[in-house]
């Protein structure tokens, strides 16, 4: 009997992890994917919309940069997002994939407008400290949910907290018909827009709507508290060995469905603290479009941050500066908003692609 | 590759020709829109805006920002347009006016209108406007045209059992979008059309909760054709309704689609009939007319077919034979006063005759409580306020959810 050895290729392309490279060369091969991105979708605008490539990032730049009340408009949004991957990062840390924090924002959100419509009487500081808590209680339950069952029946988590934001939307939609203005007009309005009360103050000025100095000052420290608890509580420990190992973690006498559920509580809470933001913060109105998306795009913000909270400071202005930016084109250049969303598409592209190559290297067969 | 890369920057900077917003004289007009051209209510408000902008050569004044929510991006956009240099800035879907209110209070000296919105009139600004047309007309009108294809076809004999409701009344169905007095208003103009025509049908109305989704429109149309409605109507912005009549039309069952905003005969060649729409540029005609000449833009305006500014789309060829005529007579009969949509003779709530329905909110909670809108025996729509206020659910019509 013979026996035929079938004989090991290596592959023709082989990504291989590396490790090492020094700051300043990570920081030569960002500049080049930023550089290559604006050549690439230079080439792009000019295909498909025949339109000066350098206006065109002229505009984006103006668009969150123009004026002081667009670089507040940038700091509100990007806040917003950051605060909500802020909420993700000790779920993710932990390897407890919540694809909630849509969800867990708009009932936050729910709790901060059900607040400003029925406590109007409250003095101003009194009614947003318990406006904070209870959207923070809100956030967390909506959180606590699929941790529990993960702790006690280790249901799939990504499902469920996925499934919470359709049950999150639908709840936000009933509220929306019990609060609408007009009969059957699907709309709450702004909410006390006379009396202001229940809205978040500006810092600086008096004024709303003006500065959102006090959004940017609510999340950051937030953002970093979550960096100290992640890297130097105890609690944070806990989490990033059960979420390398749920078999060490419990060798080690770690109660894992305690971290389980305690995270879970945590960062569904910073999740309804952005519903918080959204509703008192910004637009003072509650809508199942509150959220918008942001709780999906948290995950990015999240998983591209590799879950380092100040990393994610970074990534959410980048996307919101992105976002802006594609608004304004469609809008000054006379272009549909899809060839804007190309456009910062492949920026966004290639700045991953870039940050791929700053950790990862492609070996040709034959070549070490 | 560094030869490519510098071919690259030389193609680019090569063939950059145009630039981004260009440098008009005058005032300008800011434009706040909830969707694109691609998508059928803003598109024509596109034209219409293009059409009325191009007659008074302001074309090159208009600032558009698209695909804006109802949210607080409406409220950064009308700043945006004011710092452009807009005196005007102009919002169309129902949910910008409060953020567009906002902005208003803040800028006295800038003029703003929010259509199909009811906020200028109550609020007293002097600087905030509304307009809506009479769509309920061209509503009418496009019942007018399914009630006679529903007569063709229960004279022909096509129709089935299912088509039948218990007391012999031929089922018909509607689509809507929220459960709103602008849809109820709309639904129920095209429900007396039809029934001017063929008075034995009875309709049964399904709400989406979107203005736009062409998904839940297309499943809420099968469900109505398999519950065995002959006509679809629709109050909401996608092909979703007619492209499931069209579907269930050629494989055999009697089903046609009344559209809204756009001709539906490019998706639906087979079921469309024909769609209730606006011309919008006869509004903005006047809007910019008043505010070239610096004047007050009417608070609340609101016109019809008298002036052009609603129509029907194109008949299809599924129409009945003699429809042409009957639509002409039902135009004419609305343009000279003759004939008033919701005429109390022609419908009745609970079985009884209606001799009041409240128009006005004089306390601030959103409910209509004086000015008693039937005068002569009809329901004045849009007379006193142009937003749509007809909201009585009449009997023949049953709300599915």
């Known amino acids: ?368 | 590759m560094k030869k490519f890369t510098a071919l690259l920057l030389v193609l680019t900077l090569a063939l950059g020709v145009t630039a981004c917003s260009s440098a008009a004289t005058g005032d300008k007009i800011g434009i706040i829109l909830i969707g694109d051209e691609n998508e059928g209510y803003s598109q024509a408000h596109i034209e219409g805006i293009k059409k009325a902008a191009k007659e008074r050569n302001v074309e090159d004044n208009l600032v558009w920002f698209y695909n804006v929510p109802q949210e607080e991006e409406c409220y950064d956009k009308c700043i945006s347009c004011i710092e452009q240099g807009c005196k005007l800035v102009i919002t169309n879907s129902y949910g910008h006016q409060y953020f567009a209110k906002q902005a208003a209070e803040e800028h006295p000296e800038i003029k703003f209108v929010c259509m199909t919105g009811d906020e200028a009139k109550k609020s007293g600004l002097a600087n905030l406007s509304n307009a809506f047309n009479q769509t309920y007309q061209s509503r009418y009108v496009s019942g007018v045209v399914a009630g006679m294809k529903i007569k063709e076809l229960v004279e022909s004999g096509k129709l089935g059992a299912n088509n039948f409701d218990e007391n012999g009344k031929v089922k018909t169905g509607y689509v809507g979008a929220f459960p709103f007095a602008e849809v109820i208003s709309g639904y129920t103009a095209f429900f007396l059309g039809m029934q001017s025509i063929y008075p034995d049908v009875v309709m049964d109305v399904s709400f989406t909760s979107s203005w736009s989704d062409l998904v839940a429109e297309k499943t809420t149309a099968e469900m109505l054709i398999a519950n065995g409605a002959v006509i679809i109507g629709q109050h909401a912005d996608t092909t979703g309704a007619p492209q499931a009549c069209e579907a269930a039309n050629v494989a055999g069952t009697p089903v046609y689609s009344v559209g809204y905003n756009i001709d539906m005969l490019s998706v639906a060649p087979h079921a469309a009939l024909t769609s209730a729409t606006n011309d919008w540029s006869v509004y903005y005609s006047h809007c910019f007319d008043q505010f070239i000449k610096g004047e007050r833009i009417d608070v609340d305006w609101s016109e019809g077919y008298e002036s052009g500014a609603v129509c029907i789309t194109k008949l299809g060829d599924s129409c009945a034979a003699g429809t042409a005529d009957e639509v002409a007579k039902a135009e004419t009969a609305i343009k000279n006063g003759t004939l008033h949509v919701f005429d109390t003779n022609k419908f009745t709530v609970g079985g009884q005759k209606v001799t009041e329905i409240f128009r006005i909110d004089t306390d601030g909670d959103y409910v209509p409580d004086s000015v008693n809108g039937i005068v002569d025996g009809y329901f004045d729509e849009s007379k006193y306020i142009s937003a749509p206020t007809f909201s009585c659910d009449i009997d023949g019509i049953t709300k599915l959810n």
């Open chain 1, 1 to 368: 009997m013979s026996v035929s050895h079938k004989k090991h290729t290596e592959p023709l392309l082989r990504v291989v992890k590396f490790e090492g490279m020094s700051r300043s060369r990570r920081w030569l091969v960002r500049i080049i994917a930023v550089l290559t991105s604006l050549i690439v979708s230079g080439v792009i605008i000019v295909l498909l919309a025949g339109i000066n490539p350098l206006k065109v990032y002229e505009t984006m730049f103006r668009a969150s940069f123009g004026s002081a009340r667009l670089v507040w408009n940038l700091l509100r949004d990007s806040s917003t997002l950051l605060l909500l991957g802020v909420g993700l990062a000790p779920a993710f840390a932990m390897r407890f994939w919540n694809i909630g924090a849509e969800g867990q924002m708009l009932v936050g959100g729910i709790a901060t407008a059900f607040c400003m419509k029925y406590f109007t009487g409250m003095p101003t500081m009194l009614l947003i400290l318990v406006m904070i808590t209870v959207s923070v209680i809100a956030g967390a339950l909506w959180g606590l949910l699929p941790g529990v069952f993960k702790a006690f029946w280790n249901t799939n988590e990504t499902l469920f907290t996925l499934m919470m934001n359709y049950i999150a939307i639908q709840l936000t939609s009933f509220m929306v018909s019990q609060w609408e203005i007009g009969a059957g007009n699907n709309t709450v309005g702004i909410i006390n827009s006379k009396g202001h009360e229940g809205w978040l103050p500006g810092l600086f000025t008096s004024q709303y709507n003006k500065d959102f100095g006090i959004n940017v000052l609510i999340v950051l420290t937030v953002t970093v508290l979550m960096f100290v608890y992640l890297k130097y509580s105890k609690h944070g420990y806990e989490i990033s060995v059960v979420g390398d190992s749920v078999n060490t973690a419990r060798y080690a006498g770690i109660n894992v469905k305690k971290v389980y559920i305690r995270t879970m509580l945590l960062s569904g809470a910073v999740c309804g603290l952005a519903g918080f933001l959204a509703v008192s913060g910004v637009s003072h109105s509650i809508s199942t479009s509150t959220a918008g998306g942001r709780g999906f795009t948290a995950i990015i913000v999240a998983w591209l941050a590799k879950f380092n909270t100040f990393s994610m400071i970074a990534i959410a202005v980048l996307l919101c500066f992105l976002d802006q930016g594609a608004l304004e084109i469609a809008s000054s250049c006379n272009v549909n908003t899809y060839v804007s969303k190309i456009i910062t598409g492949v920026i966004l592209f290639f700045l991953l692609a870039g940050e791929f190559f700053t950790s990862y290297r492609i070996k040709i067969r034959g070549h070490h």
